[in-house]
Nanobody, 121 residues
Framework: QVQLVESGGGLVQPGGSLRLSCAAS????????SGWYRQAPGKQRELVAD???????NYADSVKGRFTISRDNAKNTVYLQMNSLKPEDTAVYYC???????????????WGQGTQVTVSS
C-alpha cells in the first residue's frame, strides 16, 4: 500500500522560511507528476506548485519567486522550499503524487495527510 508522509510544517514569523518534504513509501512502479496544494480555513484547496517527472515546474502566481518545488527521484520525495513567508500563506499543505503501482496499472493520485503551516508574529 502506498503512503505519502509529509513533514516540515510549523509556526514561522513573516519573512521566514520553511521546507516541506513528502516521501512516498510502499511498492510501486513509478511516480509521475507531484505537487503541493494548500487549504486555508473557509477556502478551497488550491494548487501551490507542481513538478513533472522530468523536472518541469509550475507555480501559482501568489508564490512565484518565493517558493521552489523540487524532487529527488531516488528517494521518492518531493520538497517545497518556502521563503519570504507571509501571513496569507497560512494553510494546511498537502502533497499529491500520481503513482503507477505496476507496469500495466493505471496511474492514480495519492495524497499526503497534510501539514500545518502558520505564518504569524
Amino acid at each position: 500500500q502506498v503512503q505519502l508522509v509529509e513533514s516540515g510544517g510549523g509556526l514561522v514569523q513573516p519573512g521566514g522560511s520553511l521546507r516541506l518534504s513528502c516521501a512516498a513509501s510502499g511498492r510501486f512502479f513509478t511516480i509521475y507528476n507531484s505537487g503541493w496544494y494548500r487549504q486555508a480555513p473557509g477556502k478551497q484547496r488550491e494548487l501551490v506548485a507542481d513538478i513533472t517527472s522530468g523536472g518541469n515546474t509550475n507555480y501559482a502566481d501568489s508564490v512565484k519567486g518565493r517558493f521552489t518545488i523540487s524532487r529527488d527521484n531516488a528517494k521518492n520525495t518531493v520538497y517545497l522550499q518556502m521563503n519570504s513567508l507571509k501571513p496569507e500563506d497560512t494553510a494546511v499543505y498537502y502533497c499529491k503524487m500520481r503513482i503507477q503501482l505496476t507496469l500495466i496499472a493505471v496511474a492514480n493520485d495519492y495524497w499526503g495527510q497534510g501539514t500545518q503551516v502558520t505564518v504569524s508574529s
